[in-house]
């Protein structure tokens, strides 16, 4: 494989990312550095007969929840994401382990030129091109001498990171153009034979018409034929005789009681008081945002000027109208949450404008003290006599807004960012102010201005109602006990217990073993691993899932294989049923068949109607008027023109048919476009299929759940 120094010498450079992501993964901290020490002996899995080790899956784990970080860096990482990126780690990791021995065995590889030419010759992967940074910012097309720039500043890093980041990235591209090299392998080798083009094109364009009989097996009456003397010996041996019908995963079912945790009388008590105390230090204090802020369990509160009829809260009519710095509350603003307020400010402000702006956003390229610099150039030049429309239009980073020249349109108070919208509803009109927001640093002009208003900014500390450790003690308390009786009366049944104490049972069923959750408890794998661990009759531990305190019984356990007969007497005797109800019609037109019969006799004799379907092909196993029935399509097919059929034992009921037109099926001529058309169907699925085979033949096995 070339080295960095032969790439420098040959004048090219490697880098990109997928999109922004990849990116920030090349040009930003994403490395980290991995744990120390050995291996563990513990498997998290298995795959081609050899162990996937807990710490190395962890190492990636890890690794993937700081790139997820890194690209959400406004919201909140949840026990949720967190699964779902070890999911794709997981993925990841083992089709590579997968990929890279088929690789081996097909000798799929990339020699140093080809490598060479696809970082830096004329075919440089698209990967590479499409990264902004490494893009001309005026023609918008791809940039060698900046790839170069960056390679060159790869050992100036000190810390070795960026060469990390380099040798990640390369491992990415090179499987990435592997994987592509097999995918097209696997693409050519699709092959349709002509006969195979001549029977899928019959098969969807031959059309049949004909005339039916339905007989709903509801509508015959059970007890009158004795469809339900069903033997012991009949269940059996269709049992027996279908047993690969009745098979089934590995499974549980649970009981669980659910202790609901809500706060007490004294709780509501304490936390008016809390609000209560902060009174006096809210009236006083100068800084009340940070106050505010501290203080509130509202951390998405926003405080913004308002008219007395667009108040946020009814009660706050109360200060507007009261000259005095008086602090309102505490009182209920909403269901369980307590509130204080007081009035931090009241101006004559307009009730909304009309602005426009130039956006310059700082990036790996550019600092924010550049951007400043930018930005001021911009003002001195509108100062000048520059039009700001076109400065904003070639410049603004706010594509939206930068078409129409900057132009934002009219806005009320509060909509934009705070910082925005304080210099757009204090500035004069026509006058150019600078603010900085989290989007980076904007030249604004307000343009038109409503008529001044009085208006009041409102700050409020909000204290959510919630369970006291005392409180949460006492349903601790509650499950423990009730976990204890279980455990102390094995001899009394789980249901006994629960309605002594006037509980309410829940119930999940066939619980897999990597369920995330169980039914109606968000965010409980925990209690999903306690039942893969537990036997039937174990009583769990108290578990603490969010708002309440869960004790869990485990039932049944079901193992992977041969369902139990008793799990599925009720559909075999359904089964058993239907079939006798087929050969009690068969039995009937016997009897009336002595004679040439038709289909309006049959309709007459079982009080039905004679309908007919004018359009059936055989690709189309949904039938008008009928519904998914193969069973019926298939004798429709194999039946001849003008004849009655046997009957037909069908999903909804018995069928007799009659096929009245059926179109000649086509044995000749050019099948040219069937052809071209099953190959790239077969292509379009052909890479997924291939892997599910190769991961089947990799004996892949997964732990997680032992685990997670």
Request: hydrophobic residues 35%; charged residues 25%.
């Amino acid at each position: 494989m070339a080295t960095l120094q032969n790439i420098r010498n040959r004048s090219v450079l490697l880098l990109s990312v997928i999109g922004i992501a990849m990116l920030a993964f090349i040009l930003g901290d994403f490395m980290q550095s991995q744990r120390s020490g050995g291996t563990s002996s513990v498997d998290v899995g298995e795959i081609f007969g050899e162990q996937i080790h807990i710490q190395d899956f962890e190492i990636e784990v890890e690794k993937g929840i700081e790139n997820w970080k890194i690209q959400n860096s406004n919201t909140v990482l949840t026990e949720s994401t967190i699964t779902q990126i070890r999911d794709q780690v997981w993925n990841e990791h083992t089709r590579k382990l997968i990929m890279e021995k088929e690789y081996s065995l097909l000798g799929i590889s990339i020699s140093d030129n080809e490598w060479m030419e696809r970082i830096s010759g004329v075919h440089t992967h698209s990967e590479i091109r499409n990264i902004p940074a490494f893009q001309n910012p005026q023609t918008q097309e791809f940039d060698r001498t900046k790839v170069l720039q960056y390679l060159k500043q790869i050992d100036q890093d000190q810390t070795g990171e960026a060469r990390e980041r380099w040798l990640a990235f390369q491992d990415y591209l090179i499987n990435s153009i592997k994987n592509n090299k097999y995918d097209i392998l696997i693409q050519k080798s699709m092959f349709v034979t002509n006969e195979e083009a001549k029977i899928d094109f019959n098969e969807n364009s031959q059309n049949i018409i004909f005339d039916y009989v339905l007989i709903p097996f509801s509508s015959l009456n059970d007890t009158a034929a004795n469809y339900n003397n069903i033997s012991e010996k009949e269940i059996k041996k269709y049992y027996s005789d279908n047993i690969d019908d009745f098979q089934q995963e590995e499974t549980r079912d649970v009981d669980f009681v659910k202790f609901l945790v809500s706060p007490s009388s004294q709780d509501d008590i304490n936390t008016k008081q809390s609000l209560e105390d902060l009174k006096e230090s809210f009236a006083e204090i100068d800084d009340y945002l940070l106050f505010a802020r501290r203080n509130s369990d509202n951390i998405g509160a926003k405080f913004s000027y308002a008219k007395k009829d667009k108040l946020q809260d009814p009660a706050w009519t109360e200060l507007f109208d009261n000259s005095n710095n008086i602090v309102l509350g505490p009182y209920e603003s909403s269901p369980g949450v307590y509130r204080i307020a007081k009035i931090a400010s009241t101006a004559y402000r307009p009730d909304s404008v009309e602005a426009r702006h130039i956006l310059v956003s700082p990036s790996s390229e550019i600092s924010i003290d550049s951007v400043e610099k930018v930005i001021n150039i911009y003002k001195k030049m509108i100062e000048e006599g520059a039009d700001f429309g076109d400065l904003a239009s070639k410049y603004s980073e706010d594509k939206g807004s930068s078409i129409k020249g900057g132009d934002l349109g009219w806005f009320k108070e509060g909509v934009m960012v705070d910082e925005f919208n304080e210099k757009c509803f204090t500035s004069a009109k026509g006058a150019l102010s600078i603010a900085k927001t989290q989007f980076g640093i904007h030249l604004i002009q307000v343009t038109k201005k409503s008529k001044n208003q009085k208006k009041s900014k409102i700050v409020f500390i909000d204290r959510n109602i919630e369970p006291s450790s005392t409180t949460l003690n006492s349903y601790w308390n509650q499950a423990s006990q009730f976990a204890g009786d279980v455990l102390n009366n094995r001899s009394t049944p789980f249901d006994s217990l629960v309605n002594k104490r006037n509980l309410i049972k829940r119930t999940d069923k066939k619980v897999s073993p990597n369920k995330k959750s169980i039914v109606g408890l968000p965010n409980s794998r925990s209690i999903v691993r306690w039942m893969n661990e537990a036997e039937v009759g174990d009583v769990s531990e108290v578990f603490e899932l969010e708002d309440s305190y869960i004790v869990a019984y485990l039932v049944e356990k079901h193992a992977k294989g041969d369902m139990l007969l008793e799990d599925v007497r009720i559909q075999i005797e359904s089964n058993l049923k239907q079939t006798k109800k087929f050969h009690f019609i068969n039995s009937q037109l016997n009897r009336i068949s002595s004679n040439k019969i038709s289909l309006e006799d049959i309709a007459t004799e079982f009080s039905v109607n004679v309908s007919t379907i004018d359009k059936a092909v055989f690709k189309n196993s949904t039938l008008p008027g009928i519904g998914f029935e193969p069973e019926l399509l298939g004798a429709l097919f194999s039946s001849d023109i003008e004849s009655i059929s046997s009957p037909i034992e069908g999903r909804s009921g018995i069928f007799i048919i009659n096929v009245k037109k059926k179109d000649e099926s086509r044995s000749t001529g050019d099948f040219t476009q069937q052809k071209n058309q099953l190959v790239n169907n077969h292509r379009s699925y052909s890479s997924n299929s291939v892997f599910s085979a190769l991961t089947k033949n990799a004996n892949l096995i997964d732990n997680r759940n032992s685990f997670y």
